[in-house]
Each structure stands twice: as structure tokens, then as C-alpha cells.
């Protein structure tokens, strides 16, 4: 399995940025698949995922209306759109594949097993 995120930069505070996951070496059928951030020097945490089951998303709480998760699954990619971005934002963005066939994704980390290398997203004016 291998997974490759894309799309981080530089973004001013209430700006919008896309960030995109590509994988291979799973059929993405089978798969749910998160996006999570992380602080320095502290925990990952999940910020959206997308379910395979009735192709449903779910988002924590800090970041609906913010950001949307959508799946390609011909292209096995997963985008994280991030609108209106806060300067208070963790700076590095990972993808994850859930290795079981659950029938909806959650945001713990410990459901994930494959990790992309993540891409950094710096929010600053």
C-alpha cells in the first residue's frame, strides 16, 4: 500500500487550500479512508473520512462547514477541500487507509494502519 499526499502550501488565514491523496495497492472499494493533523509535539487527529458504505462522509465537529472530504475512486484519490483555514491550524495533513471493511470510517487514529508520508499546510499572513 502506498499513499501519497499532495497539495499543502502556504495559505493566509480564511483562505482555502486542497489537499489530495493518491493511493495504490488496495482496491479502494474495500477501503474507508480518513484524513488527520498534527501539532508538534502533540497527537494526531482525525479530521475527516469517507466511508465506503452508501459513499458517506463524516467530519469532527472543529472543522464542518470548513472543510469537505470527496472520493475518486477510478483514480483511488481522496480530496480534502479546506475553506476558511484558521492561523491556529496544525500544520502537517496525513491520509490513512482503514485495512478492515467496516461499513462507516471513524476518526481514531487506531482504526488506521496505512499512513501516507503527510503534506505540510502552513496558515499565515
Known amino acids: 500500500v502506498h499513499l501519497v499526499e499532495s497539495g499543502g502550501g502556504l495559505v493566509q488565514p480564511g483562505g482555502s487550500l486542497r489537499l489530495s491523496c493518491a493511493g495504490s495497492?488496495?482496491?479502494?472499494?474495500?477501503?474507508?479512508i480518513g484524513w488527520f493533523r498534527q501539532a508538534p509535539g502533540k497527537q494526531r487527529e482525525g479530521v475527516s473520512c469517507?466511508?465506503?458504505?452508501?459513499?458517506?462522509?463524516y467530519s469532527a465537529d472543529s472543522v464542518k462547514g470548513r472543510f469537505t472530504i470527496s472520493r475518486e475512486y477510478a483514480k483511488n484519490t481522496v480530496d480534502l477541500q479546506m475553506n476558511r483555514v484558521k492561523s491556529e491550524y496544525p500544520p502537517d495533513y496525513y491520509c490513512?487507509?482503514?485495512?478492515?471493511?467496516?461499513?462507516?470510517?471513524?476518526?481514531?487514529?487506531?482504526?488506521?494502519?496505512?499512513w501516507g508520508q503527510g503534506t505540510q499546510v502552513t496558515v499565515s499572513s
Open positions: 490513512a487507509v482503514d485495512p478492515k471493511s467496516r461499513s462507516l470510517c471513524g476518526l481514531e487514529v487506531d482504526e488506521y494502519d496505512w
Open positions: 495497492g488496495f482496491t479502494p472499494d474495500f477501503h474507508n
Open positions: 469517507t466511508s465506503v458504505s452508501a459513499n458517506s462522509t
